[in-house]
């Protein structure tokens, strides 16, 4: 039966056996090498550490990692139940010291990311504020009498130190106005009060309303008195207004047909920042081409709103926007990287303060749905506490384990 093989299987067998040649090269028609050849740098890598600008991780020594003594143990039995003491001497000799010698290295180059923190002090814009505990409530709390203000003022007065200079006498007295509080009860309840009540509007004097007819200046020169209104509609001060970054992008003329025939008009696309995490953009339109452009730069600054930066100089990961019919993707990039993208997500970056960036239009390159896509995309960029707090996980920085402390 083996001999007895179909024509179409000894022909497979006698075409496997005979060599094939090598198809020959394309012939290039230019001078340019090809794309496929892997490109190498004509100059040499250099490493930070061959310039001395990181620790050198020989010099750490395991040894360094010393078990607990007799009088350790007795210093944080004080501080720690028997139960925590237990946990956390399983928890570190579940870390091997190699891991702390020559991962836990601190860096001490001029590009040290600066997210180290021993969280002794609260940050504004990281940390949450504060809440105040809701226990501090007192339902049964009375106003106090002029009788009792002034029974205050006389126990103040009786226990006042003899002999404070006048800088600690002055701190002496705003300490006893701080700590006053003007109602029987729990002082907590005063001090520390678990309110939604919004704070009373402050009165207004002479003395609040002397400065605001007179004309804002920025050192010797005068700013724009077209953007006086933002300082007044604001929290902007005029030295804040004067240096910020304003850029019309887009402006051109819009033609609206109507029955008693074509109206003109121009039309501004304008962005603002102060290059340090704020950007805005704003649409103006009018009749004469500066009331159009002053109008779309107050709609800028007050549209301003603060972008999250990694570093102070890139975004964090990547991000995508859609406006009509464009869209725009932006990435982060190592440092040194530039701005590399189109000219109008060049100068938002610019005014936003943001140094290293890539990005690509996809589809429609209409210039404002460009500038909206991008104004979107940087809003919309993924914090790791936000990934980290939908997958139901911890926020750990790993950095100095993943890549050996030289990130």
């Given at each position: 039966?083996?001999s ?12 496997s ?14 001078t ?13 890598s ?12 020989s ?9 607990y003594t ?15 003491l ?21 860096r ?19 940390d949450k504020?504060?809440?105040?505990p ?31 200079p006048?800088?600690?006498?002055r ?33 207004i004097?002479d003395?609040?309303?002397d ?13 724009d ?7 007044q509609q604001?929290?902007?001060?005029a ?31 304008t ?11 704003g649409?103006?339109?009018g009749?004469e081409?500066?009331?159009?452009r ?16 990694y ?5 964090f ?14 990435a ?76």
């Open positions: 039966m083996k007895l093989l179909p024509s179409r299987c000894l022909l497979c067998r006698i075409a056996n005979v060599p094939r040649s090598r198809p020959s090269p394309s012939r290039p028609f230019h340019t090498t090809s794309s496929q050849s892997k490109r190498r740098s004509s100059h040499p250099i490493k930070a550490s061959d310039l001395g600008l990181t620790t050198n991780k010099d750490a020594d395991s040894s360094s990692v010393a078990p007799d009088k350790d143990r007795e210093v944080l039995s004080k501080l720690y139940s028997p139960d925590q237990r946990a956390i001497e399983a928890a570190e000799s579940a870390i091997s010291p190699d891991d702390l010698t020559h991962q836990a290295v601190i001490n180059d001029p590009f040290v990311p600066d997210y180290l923190d021993d969280f002794a002090t609260r940050r504004t814009i990281i504020r504060a809440r105040k809701e226990t501090d409530f007192d339902p049964h709390a009375t106003d106090k009498t002029e009788a009792d203000d002034e029974k205050d003022l006389t126990d103040y007065v009786r226990n006042y130190p003899i002999g404070l006048d800088d600690e006498a701190l002496h007295y705003i300490r006893f106005l701080e700590e006053k509080t003007h109602t029987h009860g729990d002082p907590a309840a005063e001090l520390n009060a678990s309110t939604a009540k919004a704070p009373e509007l402050p009165l004097n003395a609040m309303t400065g605001l007819n007179a004309p804002t200046t920025h050192g010797a020169t005068p700013i008195p077209a953007l006086e209104p933002i300082l604001t929290s902007f001060t030295d804040e207004v004067s240096n910020f970054r304003i850029k019309d992008l887009v402006a051109h003329r819009v033609v609206n047909q109507t029955r008693l025939g074509k109206i003109q008009s121009m039309y501004f696309l962005v603002a920042g102060d290059g340090n995490g704020l950007l805005g953009i649409e103006g339109k009749t081409p500066e009331d159009a002053q109008q779309s730069r107050r709609q800028a600054i007050k549209n301003m709103k603060p972008i999250v930066r570093e102070g100089r890139t975004v990961g990547e991000s995508e926007a859609k406006v009509g019919a464009s869209i725009v993707r932006i982060s990039r190592p440092p040194g990287f530039g701005i590399r993208t189109q000219r109008y997500i060049y100068e938002m970056c610019r005014c936003a303060g943001i140094s290293d960036i890539s990005a690509k239009v996809i589809r429609s390159r209409n210039p404002m749905n460009v500038a909206k896509a991008t104004y979107e995309a940087l809003m919309r960029q993924r914090l790791p506490e936000d990934v980290a707090r939908a997958r139901g996980k911890k926020f750990v920085d790993v950095r100095k384990v993943y890549y050996g402390g030289l990130v």
